[in-house]
Structure formats: structure tokens, C-alpha cells
């Protein structure tokens, strides 16, 4: 299936797959460990297939879609969001933020934000330096949610509690934007879906995303599914545990690593 070329900056890109569907599903690049170039768009089939339009947003670079061509993708996104009702948005780390920036000219109704951002700017977030070395552009108006989101979005901004910071994005999204509500992945990471992701669990969060607004007690208990066979999250519990000086806890925890170590070998 080949994509709509909606958006054609050198900034920043729009790709829009099945045009004509009456929903729409927005989804946007991350951040990338070599940024520079545009990636291949493809279609979303898990939504594609259920009768949705899928429109894919890039951003050349770790800028946070927030650069000279915002505005005028802003502009573009307001005349195509008009077109769709009930418009659903998925993103992780920069993609979550971009989800929020731009939910207004998108009329975006529900969101799932996997370890969102609430900005990059060193004013805002001066306890967040993770991304310090991509916010010497970001423009503090332009970049701001409060300006530019949507009070009436609902969903869930998904963060892994064993990470601080992640935890305080979500929470000051929620100060921002009341129905979206934070929900602790305990050991997944950042993006807080790994573990979902290495046990086939993402594509039953993004099954109940498409059939309607995620309960967060229905996507907690998804990841509690999963992290129950994943070594990688008993790993986590135990550096946690650790940390806590929660003894007992970091043996119990490493014992269940090497055991599913083990089974997997055997």
C-alpha cells in the first residue's frame, strides 16, 4: 500500500495510508539513535486493516517536531483533521510529545503515550537533562502543550515507575490534560512497553486502543501478563530492589531471572 504524501518539508513529512476510511490513526517517527534522514513509511495493519486512515508524522531530526516547518504542518494537519471524526493517536518518547503538540489541529479524541515527554525545554522541565543536547532549537512557545494540545484528549500516558523522570512527564501531562491519566509499567523501561513488546503483548494494548478508550487497569493488567515470563523485567526488579535495599526482594527476583534464563535454554 503505497502512502498520500500529505506533507513534504525538509523538516518534517506526513505520510496518509487508506485516505478514504471515515476514522483516522495517527502515528509518529520516535526518536532515533541516527537522525538525518526520513524512514520508509508503512501502514499500521492492526488498524489499516479495521477500517481506519493511518497518517504517519516525521521529524528529520531529535528536534521534537518543533522547528521552522511546525507551523505550517500544524496548518496542514488542521484542514486534513476536519476530515476525520474520532481520531485515535499512538507515540512513544518524542512521538507521545508530538501526539499531545499537535492533538489540537488533529482534533485527536484518545491517545496512548508510551514514556511521553511534557517538553524538552531546560526552563520547563530543569529536572529532565536526558535530552538536553536536542533542546538547543526548541522554541519554548511553539513546543508549548498548554498552547497547543487539547484539553478534551483522554487516554493514558504509560511510564515505568522504576523511572523517575518518565514518572514526572506523566504526571505534569496530567496537570496539563486531566483525562489522561498515568499508568506504571513497573519494569518496562523507557519505552515503558518493552517487555509488552518481547512477549507479543503490544499488539493486544493496541487491539483495545482501536476498539475504544484503554481502561488503565485493562492495559496494567496486560503488562502484569507479560512480566510475569520476562527475565528482563525480573532484572529490573532486582536493580530496583537493590537500590531500595530491599534484600529479599533482589534475591527472590534474581532467582526468577535465571530461572526463566534457564527454561528458555532448556
Not at 539513535?33 to 493511518?54: C, I, L, Q, W
Not at 521552522?68 to 499512538?90: C, F, H, K, P, Q
Not at 486502543?209 to 485493562?218: A, H, L, Q, Y
Request: charged share 25%; with cysteine.
Amino acid at each position: 500500500m503505497k502512502p498520500h504524501r500529505v506533507f513534504d518539508g525538509d523538516l518534517l513529512r506526513a505520510d496518509l495510508f487508506n485516505p478514504d476510511a471515515p476514522r483516522l490513526f495517527v502515528s509518529f517517527r520516535q526518536r532515533v539513535a541516527e537522525a538525518g534522514t526520513f524512514s520508509d513509511a508503512t501502514p499500521v495493519a492492526s488498524f489499516v486493516g479495521h477500517g481506519f486512515a493511518h497518517l504517519h508524522l516525521q521529524a528529520k531530526y531529535n528536534d521534537w517536531y518543533i522547528n521552522d516547518e511546525t507551523d505550517a504542518l500544524d496548518t496542514r494537519l488542521a484542514e486534513l483533521g476536519r476530515t476525520y471524526s474520532g481520531t485515535l493517536a499512538m507515540g512513544f518518547s518524542m512521538g507521545g510529545y508530538a501526539a499531545l503538540r499537535f492533538a489540537k489541529s488533529l482534533r485527536i479524541r484518545d491517545v496512548l503515550l508510551i514514556s511521553p515527554q511534557v517538553s524538552i525545554h531546560p526552563d520547563v522541565v530543569p529536572w529532565d537533562r536526558r535530552y538536553r543536547g536536542d533542546a538547543g532549537s526548541f522554541d519554548r512557545t511553539r513546543g508549548d502543550l498548554g498552547l497547543h494540545g487539547n484539553k478534551g484528549t483522554r487516554g493514558l500516558a504509560i511510564y515505568d515507575p522504576f523511572r523517575p523522570k518518565d514518572r514526572r512527564n506523566a504526571q505534569a501531562i496530567q496537570d496539563m490534560f486531566p483525562l489522561i491519566l498515568p499508568c506504571g509499567f513497573a519494569g518496562g523501561g523507557h519505552p515503558a512497553t518493552q517487555v509488552l513488546r518481547l512477549t507479543a503483548g503490544l499488539g493486544a494494548l493496541q487491539t483495545g486502543f482501536r476498539k475504544g478508550t484503554m481502561p488503565r487497569k485493562r492495559a496494567v493488567a496486560l503488562h502484569r501478563a507479560s512480566r510475569a515470563q520476562s527475565p528482563l523485567y525480573w532484572r529490573r526488579l532486582a536493580k530496583a530492589a537493590v537500590a531500595h535495599n530491599k534484600n529479599e526482594l533482589a534475591e527472590f527476583a534474581q532467582a526468577r531471572e535465571m530461572e526463566l534464563h534457564d527454561a528458555t535454554k532448556g
